[in-house]
T-cell receptor
Framework: SQQGEEDPQALSIQEGENATMNCSYKTSINNLQWYRQNSGRGLVHLIL?????REKHSGRLRVTLDTSKKSSSLLITASRAADTASYFC????????????FGKGNQVVVIP | SQTIHQWPATLVQPVGSPLSLECTVEGTSNPNLYWYRQAAGRGLQLLFYSVGIGQISSEVPQNLSASRPQDRQFILSSKKLLLSDSGFYLC???????????FGDGTRLSIL
């Protein structure tokens, strides 16, 4: 079944640097979403980008979507220690499909 | 505002014992409801989802079952737990459009 796949798996950066994560998927999608998970907690929705969109911004987050390459990237600018978390991409396959397929996640550690 | 409650936060159970995890949503009606399992360092595996009372879709064959006795109540059950049922169980809800999904804080289930 289709599933988002993030790369790289783990990222360690200094506070103030930018963090970039990538996600690839295998078949056509309706939209792609990014979620964040702090250790031992539930996931929190960050941003959604639809298949007809190429770029979206929300605060310090920038998401791009390339449907020809079936890939997306999440950029966190000017990272903070509080951004330390795991980040997951999830794809929704089609209209009327209420399910999401999640990737394995990227662990990001921001060093103060 | 909408909230989701999931309990217990932590559970230790012996092999062969029954299981009941409960999830309730407040502040919305007719939500889509989801149960996921997350193994350590892995992504989320969708176990069950429901679009209405008594309507349950199972994603993978397993030792677990789900029920939705009320509009905003979703229960995950097992008659006899296996060691492989250990994991972090997450409940989520979404509006009729199916996104974004809002997650509870999860139940850490350990089977001994």
């Amino acid at each position: 079944s289709q599933q988002g796949e993030e790369d790289p798996q783990a990222l360690s950066i200094q506070e103030g640097e930018n963090a970039t994560m990538n996600c690839s998927y295998k078949t056509s999608i309706n939209n792609l979403q990014w979620y964040r998970q702090n250790s031992g907690r539930g996931l929190v929705h960050l941003i959604l980008i639809r298949s007809n969109e190429r770029e979206k911004h929300s605060g310090r987050l920038r998401v791009t979507l390339d449907t020809s390459k079936k890939s997306s990237s999440l950029l966190i600018t000017a990272s903070r220690a509080a951004d330390t978390a795991s980040y997951f991409c999830a794809v929704r396959r089609g209209y009327g499909n209420n399910r999401l397929a999640f990737g394995k996640g990227n662990q990001v550690v921001v060093i103060p | 505002s909408q909230t989701i409650h999931q309990w217990p936060a932590t559970l230790v159970q012996p092999v062969g014992s029954p299981l009941s995890l409960e999830c309730t949503v407040e502040g919305t009606s007719n939500p889509n409801l989801y149960w996921y399992r997350q193994a350590a360092g892995r992504g989320l595996q969708l176990l069950f989802y429901s679009v209405g009372i008594g309507q349950i879709s199972s994603e993978v064959p397993q030792n677990l079952s789900a029920s939705r006795p009320q509009d905003r109540q979703f229960i995950l059950s097992s008659k006899k737990l296996l060691l492989s049922d250990s994991g972090f169980y997450l409940c989520a809800w979404a509006g009729p459009g199916g996104e974004p999904q809002h997650f509870g804080d999860g139940t850490r289930l350990s089977i001994l």
